[in-house]
């Protein structure tokens, strides 16, 4: 099995890469491959798409890398599991709302917009440990509880359409939505492979998902 997390120039993927391949060592999932090649992606059994920075500088560039087309092919077409982590969740969106606004891929029915917390004493970024509240259960959640904390770097967040779509939340003066899900696809706002033992349990689980 190879799973491969797109490098399309976000950010910083040393940290990811490190946690997807230690999960999968100790799950034997198989092989884990950061990569830019469309080929790789194309032939990939997951797919991972981590993102760091702002919606519509992301969007441009995910839409202009050589993994873009292959990557909605195996998803869209032949269902391949997908993770999208922190601007890729977002990415997930129909619309988002950064400094422009900016079309997403749409597999979730939802804007992202800036956070605005009813308590004006708590900053943005939202940036830290929160306790995630499980909305509804979830195979990549498999021993994942209300109360396990997640780290999060972000000042935007996803609004959704559809409740249904929405798997966990926080609490950050008010719901933030904190993990989506559609079919074979899977979003979360903070970042797993900096959430200690509760980010490395999604990994796993995520390797081991079929949909």
């Known amino acids: 099995m190879?799973?491969?997390i797109i490098d399309y120039e976000s950010g910083n993927l040393h940290s990811a890469e490190k946690a997807f391949q230690k999960m999968a060592r100790e799950t034997g999932a198989g092989d884990v491959v950061v990569t830019d090649k469309a080929e790789t992606v194309a032939?990939?059994?997951?797919?991972?798409?981590?993102?760091?920075?702002?919606?519509?500088?992301?969007?441009?560039?995910l839409r202009a890398s050589g993994c873009f087309d292959a990557?909605?092919?195996?998803?869209?077409?032949?269902?391949?599991?997908?993770?999208?982590?922190?601007?890729?969740?977002q990415l997930m969106a129909r619309r988002g709302h950064?400094?422009?606004?900016?079309?997403?891929?749409?597999?979730?029915?939802?804007?992202?917009?800036?956070?605005?917390?009813?308590?004006?004493?708590?900053k943005v970024p939202h940036m830290g440990w929160?306790?995630?509240?499980?909305?509804?259960?979830?195979?990549?959640?498999?021993?994942?509880?209300?109360?396990?904390?997640?780290?999060?770097?972000?000042?935007?967040?996803?609004?959704?359409?559809?409740?249904?779509?929405?798997i966990a939340h926080v609490d950050y003066g008010g719901d933030v939505t904190a993990i989506v899900a559609e079919g074979t696809k899977i979003g979360l706002q903070f970042h797993p492979e900096k959430s200690a033992a509760t980010g490395l349990r999604m990994i796993a689980n995520f390797l081991a998902w079929r949909p």
């Open 2 to 4: 190879l799973t491969a």
């Open 43 to 61: 032939r990939a059994d997951r797919i991972v798409l981590p993102g760091d920075g702002a919606f519509p500088a992301c969007a441009r560039a």
């Open 71 to 89: 990557m909605v092919e195996a998803v869209e077409t032949r269902g391949r599991p997908f993770l999208g982590i922190c601007v890729g969740m």
């Open 98 to 122: 950064e400094y422009e606004p900016c079309e997403g891929l749409g597999w979730i029915d939802g804007e992202v917009e800036r956070i605005a917390p009813a308590d004006r004493a708590l």
């Open 130 to 166: 929160n306790d995630l509240v499980i909305d509804r259960a979830h195979p990549v959640l498999d021993g994942v509880t209300t109360g396990d904390h997640a780290y999060f770097v972000h000042s935007y967040q996803m609004r959704l359409a559809d409740p249904g779509q929405r």
